[in-house]
C-alpha cells in the first residue's frame, strides 16, 4: 500500500492509481457534463435514468437537438475533467519532465482532444441514430476515452 503514496511504482500500482485518478476526473467530467445537460443546454430527456433517479425536470427536446446539446455538452466538460486529470497525473501518477511543460500540456490535451472527439462522436451517434439515453451513450464515450488515454499517456506524454 506504500505504492499508493509514491511516485514510483510497479506497473500494476500505477494503472491503479491512474485508475482512481481517472475516477476522480470521470466524476468532475459527469458533473459538468450533467449540470450544463440540465441546466444551460438541454440534453436530457425524461426517460433518462439519471433524470428518474434525481426526479429532474427538464427541457423537452427532440433527438437531433438532444445529440447536438450532448455533444457541446461533452466538450464543456472535457475542459475541467482534463485539468482535474492532468493535475492528478503530474503530481501522483506519472512523473513529469519528459518533455516541457507546455508541451507537455499541448500533448495531454491533444491526445485528450482526439480520445473525447472519438468518444463525443459515439455518443452523437448513439444519441441521433440509435436513440439511446444520453447516459448509456456518455457511459460508452467515457469508457472509450479512458482505454486510448493511459496508453499514450504512459509511453508517450510522462516518463512511465
Same mark, same amino acid.
Given at each position: 500500500? *506504500?505504492?499508493?503514496t509514491q511516485r514510483k511504482a510497479s506497473l500494476?500500482?500505477?494503472?491503479?492509481?491512474y485508475a482512481?485518478?481517472?475516477?476522480v476526473a470521470v466524476v468532475v467530467h459527469a458533473l459538468a457534463f450533467y449540470l450544463c445537460s440540465w441546466l444551460f *443546454?438541454?440534453?436530457?430527456?425524461? =426517460? =433518462?435514468?439519471?433524470?428518474?433517479?434525481?426526479?429532474?425536470?427538464? *427541457?423537452a427536446v427532440n433527438d437531433v437537438v438532444r445529440a447536438r446539446n450532448a455533444f457541446i455538452n461533452n466538450w464543456v466538460a472535457f475542459i475541467f475533467s482534463n485539468l482535474t486529470a492532468y493535475i492528478l497525473?503530474?503530481?501522483w501518477v506519472f512523473e513529469s519532465g519528459r518533455h516541457?511543460?507546455?508541451?507537455e500540456i499541448v500533448m495531454f490535451y491533444a491526445v485528450s482532444a482526439i480520445s473525447i472527439a472519438a468518444g463525443s462522436?459515439?455518443?452523437?451517434?448513439? @444519441?441521433?441514430? @440509435?436513440?439511446?439515453?444520453?447516459?448509456m451513450a456518455f457511459v460508452a464515450d467515457i469508457v472509450a476515452a479512458a482505454m486510448v488515454?493511459?496508453?499514450?499517456?504512459?509511453?508517450? *506524454?510522462?516518463?512511465?
Open positions: 500500500m *506504500i505504492e499508493l500494476p500500482v500505477q494503472f491503479l492509481k482512481l485518478s481517472g475516477c *443546454i438541454p440534453a436530457l430527456n425524461e =426517460d =433518462d435514468i439519471v433524470v428518474r433517479v434525481l426526479n429532474l425536470s427538464v *427541457i497525473n503530474i503530481l516541457n511543460r507546455f508541451v462522436a459515439v455518443l452523437w451517434l448513439l @444519441v441521433r441514430y @440509435v436513440g439511446s439515453s444520453t447516459t488515454n493511459f496508453v499514450v499517456r504512459k509511453y508517450y *506524454i510522462f516518463k512511465g
